[in-house]
T-cell receptor, first 112, second 114 residues
Framework: DGGITQSPKYLFRKEGQNVTLSCEQN?????MYWYRQDPGQGLRLIYY???????QKGDIAEGYSVSREKKESFPLTVTSAQKNPTAFYLC???????????FGSGTQLSVL | QKEVEQNSGPLSVPEGAIASLNCTYS??????FFWYRQYSGKSPELIMS????GDKEDGRFTAQLNKASQYVSLLIRDSQPSDSATYLC??????????????FGKGTKLSVKP
């Protein structure tokens, strides 16, 4: 089945630690996105990538980093500079302009 | 700052009734509008998209768009308990390099009582 796979489902971060959230898609989509969702809040865009080896900052990129070395993969690193990382992280992808946005199942990140 | 506003609810309706969810947006140049359903702890699922003024129907769902009033709504007919979820309104603004740079409202929580 085609889709977007996010892992892990739950992740815990210690103080000063960098953690990486995985996102893999087999939909052959060009564009991929990372969103953050806080309780009772809408989704906020962290980073997006329209093609391999290129990515752009979203509205809340500070404290996060990404890479897009393969079309299928768009991992997100939450760095120690992100002081309030606890949130639900959603990866999404889209084939092209004005197409449907597909979401992965999400990763819940918490701070120990 | 471009914004999308929704009543957070909760909106409670009896089973079989019509649920009406509303959304306003600030970017007058916006062209694409979406409604996503999100169950607790799950990822959003697209249920309706609308691009031109008027109504668009899909089964029990009807999306309504009024660009002059910068208003988009979602009607759910014959509401079922399984419709209980948070409904997110999303707007594609007139700026930004990618169609996926949607601006999301905070969502309206709908509860359908049996």
């Amino acid at each position: 089945d085609g889709g977007i796979t996010q892992s892990p489902k739950y992740l815990f971060r210690k103080e000063g630690q960098n953690v990486t959230l995985s996102c893999e898609q087999n939909l052959n989509h060009d564009a991929m996105y990372w969103y953050r969702q806080d309780p009772g809040q809408g989704l906020r865009l962290i980073y997006y990538s329209q093609i391999v080896n290129d990515f752009q900052k979203g509205d809340i990129a500070e404290g996060y980093s990404v890479s897009r070395e393969k079309k299928e993969s768009f991992p997100l690193t939450v760095t120690s500079a992100q002081k309030n990382p606890t949130a639900f992280y959603l990866c999404a992808s889209m084939m092209g302009w004005n197409e449907k946005l597909f979401f992965g199942s999400g990763t819940q990140l918490s701070v120990l | 700052q471009k914004e999308v506003e929704q009543n957070s609810g909760p909106l409670s309706v009896p089973e079989g009734a019509i649920a009406s969810l509303n959304c306003t947006y600030s970017d007058r140049g916006s062209q694409s509008f979406f409604w996503y359903r999100q169950y607790s702890g799950k990822s959003p699922e697209l249920i309706m998209s609308i691009y031109s003024n008027g109504d668009k129907e899909d089964g029990r769902f009807t999306a309504q768009l009024n660009k002059a009033s910068q208003y988009v709504s979602l009607l759910i007919r014959d509401s079922q308990p399984s419709d209980s979820a948070t409904y997110l309104c999303a707007v594609n603004p007139s700026y930004g390099g990618s169609q996926g740079n949607l601006i999301f409202g905070k969502g309206t929580k709908l509860s359908v009582k049996p």
